[in-house]
Protein backbone atom coordinates (compact mmCIF):
# COMPACT_ATOMS: atom_id res chain seq x y z
CA UNK A 1 0.00 0.00 0.00
CA UNK A 2 1.33 3.30 -0.86
CA UNK A 3 1.02 5.75 1.87
CA UNK A 4 -0.44 9.67 1.96
CA UNK A 5 2.88 11.56 2.50
CA UNK A 6 3.49 15.35 1.37
CA UNK A 7 6.45 15.39 -0.58
CA UNK A 8 8.43 16.42 -3.38
CA UNK A 9 10.68 14.54 -5.60
CA UNK A 10 12.81 15.75 -8.39
CA UNK A 11 15.03 13.86 -11.08
CA UNK A 12 17.68 15.69 -12.82
CA UNK A 13 19.82 14.72 -15.43
CA UNK A 14 22.49 16.39 -17.71
CA UNK A 15 21.98 16.29 -21.56
CA UNK A 16 24.84 15.77 -23.19
CA UNK A 17 25.96 16.98 -26.91
CA UNK A 18 26.10 13.33 -27.93
CA UNK A 19 22.52 12.53 -26.73
CA UNK A 20 18.63 13.08 -28.09
CA UNK A 21 16.93 15.36 -25.94
CA UNK A 22 13.39 12.77 -26.17
CA UNK A 23 15.76 9.53 -25.26
CA UNK A 24 16.87 11.61 -22.19
CA UNK A 25 13.05 12.21 -21.51
CA UNK A 26 12.61 8.47 -21.79
CA UNK A 27 14.93 7.43 -19.39
CA UNK A 28 13.52 9.71 -16.66
CA UNK A 29 9.80 8.06 -17.41
CA UNK A 30 11.92 4.33 -16.76
CA UNK A 31 12.43 5.96 -13.59
CA UNK A 32 9.66 7.74 -12.46
CA UNK A 33 6.08 7.51 -12.86
CA UNK A 34 4.02 10.31 -13.44
CA UNK A 35 6.48 13.15 -13.39
CA UNK A 36 6.48 16.76 -15.32
CA UNK A 37 9.20 17.45 -17.33
CA UNK A 38 10.94 20.59 -18.20
CA UNK A 39 13.50 20.15 -20.61
CA UNK A 40 16.54 22.72 -20.91
CA UNK A 41 19.36 23.12 -23.82
CA UNK A 42 21.48 20.83 -21.50
CA UNK A 43 19.44 19.50 -18.86
CA UNK A 44 16.23 17.97 -18.03
CA UNK A 45 14.34 18.01 -14.55
CA UNK A 46 11.61 15.98 -14.04
CA UNK A 47 9.43 16.63 -10.53
CA UNK A 48 6.43 14.91 -9.16
CA UNK A 49 4.58 15.48 -5.71
CA UNK A 50 3.61 11.84 -5.37
CA UNK A 51 4.99 8.96 -3.83
CA UNK A 52 3.94 6.73 -6.02
CA UNK A 53 6.32 8.10 -8.79
CA UNK A 54 9.08 6.02 -6.61
CA UNK A 55 7.30 3.13 -7.43
CA UNK A 56 9.29 1.84 -9.91
CA UNK A 57 12.86 2.33 -7.59
CA UNK A 58 11.09 0.72 -5.07
CA UNK A 59 10.10 -1.80 -6.99
CA UNK A 60 13.47 -2.18 -7.85
CA UNK A 61 15.32 -2.12 -4.81
CA UNK A 62 12.83 -5.03 -3.50
CA UNK A 63 13.57 -7.01 -6.64
CA UNK A 64 17.39 -6.98 -5.85
CA UNK A 65 17.06 -6.65 -2.18
CA UNK A 66 19.21 -3.43 -2.03
CA UNK A 67 17.23 -1.97 0.87
CA UNK A 68 20.21 -1.91 3.24
CA UNK A 69 22.56 -0.05 0.32
CA UNK A 70 19.90 2.51 -0.41
CA UNK A 71 19.50 2.99 3.22
CA UNK A 72 22.93 3.87 3.90
CA UNK A 73 22.81 6.23 0.66
CA UNK A 74 19.66 8.11 2.10
CA UNK A 75 20.91 8.21 5.45
CA UNK A 76 24.76 9.47 4.51
CA UNK A 77 22.86 12.41 2.54
CA UNK A 78 20.26 13.34 4.86
CA UNK A 79 20.28 17.06 5.35
CA UNK A 80 17.12 18.28 7.46
CA UNK A 81 13.84 17.80 5.29
CA UNK A 82 16.18 16.69 2.35
CA UNK A 83 17.97 13.18 0.73
CA UNK A 84 19.40 12.45 -2.51
CA UNK A 85 20.86 9.65 -4.31
CA UNK A 86 22.60 8.42 -7.91
CA UNK A 87 21.21 6.50 -10.43
CA UNK A 88 22.90 4.99 -13.43
CA UNK A 89 21.52 7.05 -16.61
CA UNK A 90 22.80 4.11 -19.05
CA UNK A 91 21.20 1.30 -16.86
CA UNK A 92 17.86 3.40 -16.94
CA UNK A 93 18.42 3.61 -20.88
CA UNK A 94 17.39 0.02 -21.04
CA UNK A 95 14.72 0.26 -18.15
CA UNK A 96 17.20 -0.83 -15.55
CA UNK A 97 17.75 0.88 -12.09
CA UNK A 98 20.96 0.92 -10.69
CA UNK A 99 22.61 2.94 -8.26
CA UNK A 100 25.46 4.86 -8.38
CA UNK A 101 27.75 5.66 -5.43
CA UNK A 102 29.30 8.43 -7.21
CA UNK A 103 28.66 10.43 -9.98
CA UNK A 104 31.47 9.80 -12.39
CA UNK A 105 30.48 5.86 -12.49
CA UNK A 106 27.86 6.67 -14.68
CA UNK A 107 30.03 7.55 -17.96
CA UNK A 108 27.23 9.87 -19.49
CA UNK A 109 26.48 11.51 -15.91
CA UNK A 110 24.33 10.10 -13.55
CA UNK A 111 20.81 10.72 -12.83
CA UNK A 112 20.30 12.96 -9.19
CA UNK A 113 16.89 11.99 -7.33
CA UNK A 114 16.46 14.20 -4.61
CA UNK A 115 13.38 13.54 -2.33
CA UNK A 116 12.16 16.40 0.40
CA UNK A 117 9.62 16.02 2.97
CA UNK A 118 8.24 16.75 6.19
CA UNK A 119 8.21 13.16 7.15
CA UNK A 120 11.39 12.25 5.65
CA UNK A 121 12.10 9.29 7.67
CA UNK A 122 8.32 7.99 7.02
CA UNK A 123 9.13 8.26 2.44
CA UNK A 124 12.54 6.47 3.56
CA UNK A 125 10.82 3.92 5.27
CA UNK A 126 8.69 3.22 2.67
CA UNK A 127 11.11 3.15 0.11
CA UNK A 128 13.41 0.79 1.38
CA UNK A 129 10.78 -1.52 3.23
Given at each position: ??????????????I???????????????????????????????????????????????????????????????????????L????????????????D????????I?????N??????W???
Open positions: MIPVLDCKIEAFCENPSEDPEKIEQVMTNVLNNAEFKIGKDSIIATSREIESLSKIRESIQKHRSQNVYLRFLDDNLDGDETWFYNKQAAFVNSISLCEHAESALGPIKTLRSKIERVIELTD
